[in-house]
């Protein structure tokens, strides 16, 4: 690999790094287009290659910022047990489909993510504030089959399409479990990082993930959760957003244009 | 000691993990593209992988010990299906 695509893809990824976490999203709505189309890898490859990268944005992002004290062990590795299952059938279903049919399904879920994230910049709610609600705890019965099912639906997404699948898993805490956002997504990233782990060592083992492209990737992505996890309150997160949107915009645009340019 | 608190004195290990699989990568870097190069790089994605397991393992422990079995439980079985997933990565 030449030395300047190597510098590329670090950039690349520390932008995805220190971008993803402060956003509330992991880096991999970022790195999946971008190993895509910008790095020209097969977008089986380009999953596995980013499920590698979200391992190391997870954990760093974990380690800088000092979250793991309100980690939820015991609902977070009873929820992991499905969201495993799904990586594991997501994988096997990526695997098994069409890479056309597959970049379309990320197409859809980018532009879903896009006009969520628009909703939320429009009303001027931030994050914490959009989920933030009641903080009476309302687990039952009812609510651990409907958790299970969402960290399900979570984890397929991760297996399928390579990104962390935190959207869903802070959902499926906050507003169906009822856990309050802190502990919330301190949970999620401890179950983030398994479940990538677990998504990435499928592509790994494989042979889906592109070692070579990988390496500077995880360096970049590591070093920008780090920075990410110094920073994340001293900036304005509505101007992160607005970047963000706009990133997601056009790699969603970009996605679908590929859906049909697409041979096979 | 509560189980959180008791779950991030784990942060000491992990950071020593993140820097050494970063150094690991910047050492398959060097060696450009030869095979040793290789072997560094797929060491480094290795140990990364596993970085989130070790989580997994001393988070199931504390729950062992202070008297959780049903979750420690969970653990080992979660711990088992991440196995099975790359089995299945290996062997489909």
Same mark, same amino acid.
Do not use: W
């Given at each position: ?21 402060? @956003? ?5 709505? !970022? ?52 969201? @495993? ?7 096997? @279903? ?39 609600? $009641?903080?009476?705890?309302?687990? $039952? ?69 592109? !070692?070579? $492209?990988?390496?500077?990737?995880? @360096? ?22 607005? !970047? ?21 | ?8 004195? /784990? ?8 820097? /050494? ?72």
């Amino acid at each position: 690999m030449e030395f300047h695509v190597s510098i590329l893809l670090f950039l690349g990824a520390f932008a995805a790094g220190l971008l993803g976490p402060m @956003i509330g999203l992991g880096g991999g709505f !970022i790195l999946v287009p971008m190993f895509a189309l910008f790095f020209k890898l097969p977008f089986h490859e380009a999953v596995g290659t980013s499920l590698i990268c979200i391992v190391a944005t997870s954990q760093a992002f974990a380690i800088s910022k000092r979250s793991s004290a309100n980690t939820d062990l015991k609902l977070g590795i009873f929820l992991e047990i499905f969201t @495993i299952c799904g990586v594991i059938a997501g994988g096997l @279903i990526a695997t098994s489909l069409n890479e056309k049919i597959l970049v379309l399904i990320f197409a859809c879920v980018l532009t879903v993510i896009f006009s969520l994230m628009l909703r939320r910049l429009i009303k001027g709610s931030s994050a914490d504030e959009l989920i933030e609600g $009641s903080e009476d705890l309302c687990f $039952s019965k009812a609510q651990n089959y409907a958790g299970a099912g969402g960290s399900l639906a979570g984890g397929l997404m991760a297996g399928m399409l390579g990104v962390g699948g935190g959207v869903i898993k802070v959902f499926v805490l906050r507003h169906v479990m009822c856990v309050p956002f802190k502990r919330a997504a301190a949970t999620s990233n401890f179950m983030i990082g398994i479940t990538v782990s677990a998504g990435a060592s499928f592509y790994l083992f494989k042979g889906l993930v592109n !070692i070579g $492209s990988a390496a500077p990737a995880v @360096i970049g992505a590591a070093l920008g959760a780090f920075l990410a996890g110094s920073f994340v309150h001293r900036i304005k997160s509505r101007v992160l957003e607005g !970047i963000f949107l706009i990133i997601l915009a056009y790699f969603a645009f970009r996605m679908f244009l590929d859906f049909f340019t697409l041979t096979g | 000691m509560s189980l959180e608190k008791l779950n991030e004195k /784990i942060r000491v290990p992990l950071t020593i993990f993140i820097y /050494i699989v970063i150094i690991l990568l910047v050492a398959g870097k060097i060696f450009g593209s030869s095979e040793r190069a290789f072997y560094f790089v797929l060491s480094a994605m290795i140990l990364l992988l596993l970085i989130p397991m070790f989580r997994l393992i001393y988070a199931s422990l504390l729950l062992l010990k202070v008297g959780e079995h049903r979750s420690a439980l969970y653990g080992l079985i979660t711990l088992m299906l991440s196995v099975t997933a790359a089995l299945l990565g290996l062997l489909l």
